[in-house]
């Protein structure tokens, strides 16, 4: 390095530096090279975890064991489609497959057959057997079921401990004595072996665990969720609305106005019994309800009745009305059916043009009265009929379902008072039943005694119901004048 004249050492290494460069090693094996990088870590690793490694060692051992032993299916023999998938659904211990006596297994025979540490995951039932239904209520019943019913809750995992209260109350009052009916529990998620445990030891009668199909569950495509979402916020802001901001209510709601009826647990069935979680039922119910319905060829009862939000009903009225107008084919006349209970004081006797009201006998305002339905036994046949399959198709394509708060109740009630004639309609069937801002609680001590009552006569909430309950009853019994 040579340094110039008025230069100094510094300057001329700036100007000349110095560079250092490494040749690489000649070309490896790329093997050899994997041996030599990460061979002595895991060597390392090993040296310090020798428990673990023993551990390791040990599993992969035993699941080769198994893989080895596993039996195959039989090469001599024709193995259909058919075979290999109900192969399948005995290893995962579907409850679509019959158990070794030719039934279906019961939930508690699923939980005895499986291992609590290896089976915490059971398939969703798909299929109630009727015959298994009623051989399991020869054991602890002496009624025979004459109505092919049941039982059923729309619920999530964390209501355990609701539904398990109500259903203890229900098999007290009514089951478990003079009734032996099926228990049908739903969500759109699979219930953990935990829940299903907790669920079946409340009741001696079967239960069934089933699970809504996603397609039905979630919002159809044209439901634009973006303003769905939007319209939610501003409920909860200028209205503060409970449930105002829950999707997953929306969702619920919207099933369980349409789709439960046509899950595959209820194929078979006439009538099921909407059980709402952390309901009570503190009288005893001394006749059937399912049987008084069938002989009495009732489609709907009802307990309760409610006067709906008007916020919640936005777009609402307007659809009903435009479904009247377009379908008053399918409707019953206003004089056989409790359509007139449905509208406010001032509208419902009120004479009408039938010539300049697009409505005719059906026009008037809605007070917002409607049947709580948390608690109802419905026809199933009602709820499947043609009429009430394009009445929900008409409300959904709305997207009301979602961008308001229509609910499940106020369709329903509307349902009714178009599709069905008063007499196929029943109230009054289930005493000391109690559920939110309602209850019913006889009044009578002597009845009230009789019933084994555990209510109380003087709550709130039997008087919460005065101004829609007695409009109800008499437009049922054709007293509405």
């Known amino acids: 390095m040579g340094i110039k004249p008025g230069e100094s050492l510094l300057d001329a290494e700036r100007t000349t530096p110095h560079r250092i460069s490494i040749k690489p090693d000649q070309k490896r094996w790329w093997p050899k090279t994997i041996y030599h990088t990460y061979w002595s870590k895991v060597y390392f690793w090993i040296q310090k975890n020798i428990l673990w490694t023993t551990i390791i060692f040990i599993v992969i051992l035993f699941a080769g064991y198994r893989f080895l032993l596993s039996p195959l299916p039989d090469q001599t023999s024709t193995y259909t489609t058919d075979q290999f998938i109900k192969d399948i659904k005995d290893k995962s211990n579907d409850p679509s497959t019959v158990n070794q006596n030719g039934n279906y297994p019961s939930q508690q025979e699923k939980l005895i057959m499986t ?35 049941a039982f059923v809750a ?51 009668s079967l239960v069934f665990f089933g699970q809504a199909p996603a397609i039905e569950w979630q919002e159809p495509y044209w439901v634009d969720m973006k303003k769905a979402e939007q319209n939610m916020k501003d409920m909860v802001k200028e209205h503060n609305i409970n449930n105002g901001e829950s999707i997953s209510w929306r969702r619920m709601t919207r099933y369980n106005a349409r789709f439960i009826a046509n899950h595959p647990l209820l194929k078979d069935l006439e009538y099921y019994w909407k059980v709402q979680a952390d309901s009570r039922y503190d009288c005893i119910i001394p006749h ?38 377009n379908h008053k084919n399918i409707i019953q006349p206003v004089s056989k059916s409790i359509y007139k209970a449905l509208l406010n004081t001032e509208t419902r006797f009120k004479s009408i043009d039938n010539k ?51 609910g ?48 109380s006569q003087s709550e709130f909430r039997v008087y919460n119901m005065g101004h829609c309950t007695p409009t109800f009853t008499k437009a049922v019994l054709g007293e509405l004048s």
């Open 288 to 325: 059937d309800p399912f049987q008084k319905m069938k002989e009495e060829n009732k489609k709907l009862s009802f307990a309760l009745s409610l006067t709906e939000n008007h916020k919640n009903l936005d777009e609402f009225h307007e659809t009903v009305h435009k479904f009247i107008i």
């Open 115 to 149: 291992h609590p540490l290896l089976h915490d995951y059971i398939l969703p039932d798909t299929h109630l057997d009727w015959d298994a239904v009623l051989a399991s209520n020869d054991e602890c019943s002496l009624n025979q079921l004459p109505v092919k019913a």
């Open 154 to 204: 729309l619920v999530q995992e964390n209501d355990v401990y609701k539904l398990r209260n109500t259903m203890i109350s229900i098999e007290r009052s009514f089951n478990e004595e003079r009734g032996g009916y099926p228990w049908i529990i739903i969500s759109d998620k699979a219930f953990s072996r935990k829940f299903r445990e907790w669920i079946v030891s409340s009741t001696k």
């Open 356 to 406: 300049s009201d697009p409505l005719g006998e059906y026009s008037g305002h809605f007070s917002n009265c409607m049947m709580y339905n948390n608690f109802m036994i419905f026809s199933l046949e009602f709820l499947r009929s043609m009429e009430y399959t394009i009445f929900f198709d008409e409300l959904d394509r709305t997207g009301g379902f979602f961008y308001h708060k229509w």
């Open 408 to 455: 499940d109740s106020f369709p329903q009630t509307i349902a009714a008072a178009l599709f069905l004639k008063r007499e196929e309609i029943s109230f009054d069937d289930v005493e000391g039943y109690s559920y939110g801002a309602g209850a019913i609680c006889p009044k009578s001590l002597t009845r009230y005694a009789e019933l084994k009552c555990s209510c």
